[in-house]
Nanobody, 124 residues
Framework: QVQLVESGGGLVQAGGSLSLSCAASGRTFSSYHMGWFRQAPGKEREFVAFISWTGLTKYYADSVKGRFTISRDNAKNTGYLQMNSLKPEDTAAYYC?????????????????WGQGTQVTVSS
């Protein structure tokens, strides 16, 4: 059974940092592209970052560019999202997801596998 487990969320003050992990089991995702998304209460799920299966291609939402860094370790079947200079508007549940599709990396409907999410709360 495929499982994606996010961890590393929590409560942090504005300007602080958090490092999220997404550990996968039940399937090897080394040939899958990975994305991070977030969803705040009452809002739609939005794209945060994407990394290709090779790790060579990365995309970021404009709102996090320069502050967040996506990475992956295929040997560990784990993806990461380093979040620096956090702002209150970054508060949301963060989800990792995997897809074999190379088109539409910002579209959540392109992703077949999802984690359960980890909460990130940034206080002002």
């Amino acid at each position: 059974q495929v499982q994606l487990v996010e961890s590393g969320g929590g409560l942090v003050q504005a300007g602080g940092s958090l490092s999220l992990s997404c550990a996968a089991s039940g399937r090897t995702f080394s040939s899958y592209h990975m994305g991070w998304f977030r969803q705040a209460p009452g809002k739609e799920r939005e794209f945060v970052a994407f990394i290709s299966w090779t790790g060579l291609t990365k995309y970021y939402a404009d709102s996090v560019k320069g502050r967040f860094t996506i990475s992956r370790d295929n040997a560990k079947n784990t993806g990461y999202l380093q979040m620096n200079s956090l702002k209150p508007e970054d508060t949301a549940a963060y989800y990792c997801a995997y897809t074999t599709r190379g088109n539409g990396p910002r579209d959540p409907s392109m992703y077949a596998y999802w984690g359960q999410g980890t909460q990130v709360t940034v206080s002002s």
